[in-house]
């Protein structure tokens, strides 16, 4: 029992998303485009899955779910190519470019 009281006093909570009333334009704009595209499967403010992984705090941490490193590349290639099971998603240069400044915030 040890052990579990150890690890779980080494966990640390993940950052706060940006708060709405903080965001850019382009941030606001993101928004629209993951409500649009990405809401349904993903949650943005917690890391609990849904159909796909919770999101919060995605580019600040170390890994992503896959273990990749979550830098803008990577989150382009995964949001147009798809990943497992999340398909690719056509989105204008533009909508990509707004999505991944709100991803930024989560």
């Excluded at 040890?2 to 941030?27: R, Y």
């Excluded at 992984?53 to 170390?62: D, E, N, R």
């Excluded at 990943?83 to 707004?98: A, I, V």
């Amino acid at each position: 029992m040890i052990p579990i009281a150890v690890a779980l006093a080494g966990c640390k909570p993940l950052p706060p998303s940006k708060p709405a009333a903080q965001w850019t334009v382009q941030e606001a704009r993101g928004a629209m485009v993951y409500q649009a595209r990405c809401a349904r499967c993903h949650y943005p403010t917690n890391t609990h899955p849904l159909n796909g992984p919770g999101l919060q705090a995605l580019t600040k941490v170390k890994a992503m779910p896959s273990g990749a490193p979550p830098t803008d590349e990577r989150l382009t290639a995964v949001i147009v190519n798809g990943r497992l099971t999340m398909p690719g998603t056509r989105l204008s240069p533009t909508e990509l470019d707004d999505l991944i400044a709100y991803l930024h915030t989560l």
